[in-house]
């Protein structure tokens, strides 16, 4: 009897996705749930954009954003004198342990350590990122 395994593969590899299983679908679940977690803990001091008042800063276009670097937003001196540019990983690590990643920071942040959690929020952040002035998207 003949190796069915590579025809296999093959069929597997080349047969469409499911719907349910695309990309795009998914990165809107993430996209969704994470505008779900910062409406419910991080919208009580950031907004999304400069339309809506705030206590901290804005966060739309945070990522690629230098560190304390917002107009008009009165930062501490250890957060503006950082060099530290918003990547993902960076925010991550804000998120987890924002007083220990920047010790002498103005905010007070209970952390949110759950990965998922993070990749979720990040996405949203992501979401509501561009860096050629187009509409963010929300």
């Given at each position: 009897m003949k190796n069915l395994?590579?025809?296999?593969?093959?069929?597997?590899?080349?047969a469409?996705?499911?719907?349910?299983?695309s990309e795009t679908s998914f990165d809107k679940i993430k996209i969704d749930a994470g505008a779900e977690l910062f409406a419910s803990g991080c919208r009580r001091c950031h907004a999304t954009d400069a339309d809506h008042e705030s206590?901290?800063?804005?966060?739309?276009?945070?990522i690629?954003?230098?560190a304390g670097?917002?107009?008009d937003y009165?930062?501490?001196i250890a957060l503006e004198a950082s060099g530290i540019v918003w990547t993902k990983a960076a925010l991550r690590a804000w998120m987890e342990d924002n007083q220990g990643f920047m010790p002498g920071t103005k905010m007070r942040h209970v952390g949110i350590t759950d990965?998922?959690?993070?990749?979720?929020?990040?996405?949203y952040l992501e979401s509501i990122?561009?860096?050629?002035?187009?509409?963010i998207s929300k």
């Amino acid at each position: 009897m003949k190796n069915l395994f590579p025809a296999i593969c093959l069929i597997a590899l080349t047969a469409p996705m499911p719907s349910f299983a695309s990309e795009t679908s998914f990165d809107k679940i993430k996209i969704d749930a994470g505008a779900e977690l910062f409406a419910s803990g991080c919208r009580r001091c950031h907004a999304t954009d400069a339309d809506h008042e705030s206590y901290g800063p804005p966060l739309e276009n945070v990522i690629g954003r230098a560190a304390g670097s917002y107009p008009d937003y009165d930062y501490s001196i250890a957060l503006e004198a950082s060099g530290i540019v918003w990547t993902k990983a960076a925010l991550r690590a804000w998120m987890e342990d924002n007083q220990g990643f920047m010790p002498g920071t103005k905010m007070r942040h209970v952390g949110i350590t759950d990965p998922t959690v993070q990749d979720f929020i990040l996405a949203y952040l992501e979401s509501i990122t561009t860096r050629d002035g187009a509409e963010i998207s929300k």
